[in-house]
Nanobody
Framework: EVQLVESGGGTVQPGGSMRLSCAGSGLTIGDYAIAWFRQAPGKEREGISCISSAEGDSMYERSVEGRFVISSDKDKKTVYLQMNSLKPEDTAIYYC?????????WGQGTQVTVAS
């Protein structure tokens, strides 16, 4: 069974850092483009970053560019999202999925709260 499971969320102060993990099972994660999405309270889910399957090229939504870094460890079957200089507006549930997203592979997500 193919699964993508998010972890690593928590509470952090503004300006802090956090690393999220997206662990893949039942697939070779390097064969797929993987993206991170987030959904803030009262807002629609949005894509914020993705990494390609072939050469590891990455893309970022404007609000996180320069602060977040996506990476992939194919041996560990995991995609990471390193989040730096976190802001209160980064508070959301973070999800990983394929890119383009596939409806059957939304997981529970991991809550990130940025508050002092």
């Amino acid at each position: 069974e193919v699964q993508l499971v998010e972890s690593g969320g928590g509470t952090v102060q503004p300006g802090g850092s956090m690393r999220l993990s997206c662990a893949g099972s039942g697939l070779t994660i390097g064969d797929y483009a993987i993206a991170w999405f987030r959904q803030a309270p009262g807002k629609e889910r949005e894509g914020i970053s993705c990494i390609s399957s072939a050469e590891g090229d990455s893309m970022y939504e404007r609000s996180v560019e320069g602060r977040f870094v996506i990476s992939s460890d194919k041996d560990k079957k995991t995609v990471y999202l390193q989040m730096n200089s976190l802001k209160p507006e980064d508070t959301a549930i973070y999800y990983c999925n394929f890119y383009p997203s596939r409806p059957d592979y939304w997981g529970q997500g991991t809550q990130v709260t940025v508050a002092s």
